[in-house]
């Protein structure tokens, strides 16, 4: 039998992510994988998996978890408190799990996402080429619960790292985002932009994988009528009838019909994915 990963308490909210299904949006399914990307890759680089391997997104803490083997596991993205039975682990490192023992992560002081690579990564039946949970559609493994055995690979024979990696937490306060105009700039008002740029908007805790609902300035529109569903990217500004903006996530539909004024660039959606409720959210023109 393999080794596994036994869950105890998977905390508010713990799914299995890898980098997602991309590709797929003409037939309906979305990219779905982990919110933030950049934290699961780091965690995958420092136990010596693949970056593209299968890790726990874990929301918010709480995760419990007990090795039935020796394991080497990394944890990333929202510094929480980490300890292996009664001894402490560092955020960014590769940390040792006897057989036996109980890993658990508190709750991070800033950011939403911390991210749980074990050596040989999760091996949890891939769906349409990703082991991804995707909160919209059902797709991939269910949410994990106490009891959840997760069914591991074997450990890689690239050595894990030996020390700690440099990443500067996420921001407790205030995250700065570059955009790019959307596709229906036009349907807004010419002041809607600058209004958006200057704008102070804050998370509400209407916010999940699929998106971040922002309370803040009303962007005006200039059309009123309905807009055909048009396909949606991640980083997607789109503004419903409230008039304030949803910044799209990992989970978001593949088509909409509401205008977006602007889409956040790839390279700062992993900031955004660690934006909690009650943050300020600053846009600036890239």
């Not at 308490?9 to 990307?37: C, H, K, N, Y």
């Not at 934290?39 to 090795?67: C, I, P, W, Y």
């Amino acid at each position: 039998m393999n080794n596994e990963l036994e869950v105890l308490e998977p905390g508010p909210l713990a799914t299995v992510q890898d980098l997602g299904r991309p590709g797929l949006a003409d037939i309906g399914v979305g990219m779905s994988g982990g919110a933030d990307r950049g934290s699961l890759r780091l965690a995958n680089q420092l136990v010596g998996n693949e970056e593209g391997a299968a890790a726990v997104e874990v929301t918010f803490g709480g995760f419990t978890a007990r090795a039935d083997e020796d394991l080497v596991v990394a944890i990333t993205g929202a510094p929480c408190p980490i300890t292996v039975d009664t001894r402490g682990g560092a955020l960014n490192s590769a940390i040792r799990v006897p057989a036996g023992s109980v890993l658990r992560l508190g709750s991070p002081k800033s950011g939403m996402r911390s991210y749980v690579a074990v050596a040989g990564g999760i091996e949890v039946e891939p769906v349409l080429g990703s082991r991804s949970t995707d909160l919209l559609t059902g797709l991939g493994p269910p949410l994990l619960r106490a009891g959840t055995r997760l069914p591991l690979g074997a450990a890689p024979a690239t050595q894990s790292s030996t020390g700690t990696a440099s990443v500067p937490p996420p921001p407790s306060d205030e995250v700065t985002l570059r955009v790019l105009p959307g596709p229906r700039l036009d349907w807004f008002e010419e002041s809607a932009l600058e209004t958006l740029l200057t704008g102070d908007y804050r998370v509400t805790s209407e916010s999940n994988r699929i998106g971040i609902r922002l309370d803040g300035p009303a962007l005006a529109r200039v059309r009123d009528e309905s807009l055909p569903n048009e396909g949606i990217v991640t980083g997607a500004l789109h503004v419903p009838p409230s008039s304030r903006p949803t910044l799209f996530l990992a989970d978001h539909p593949v088509i909409g019909g509401y205008p977006a004024i602007a889409v956040v660039v790839s390279a700062d959606v992993d900031k955004a994915a660690q934006a909690r409720p009650g943050l300020r959210l600053r846009f600036v023109a890239d």
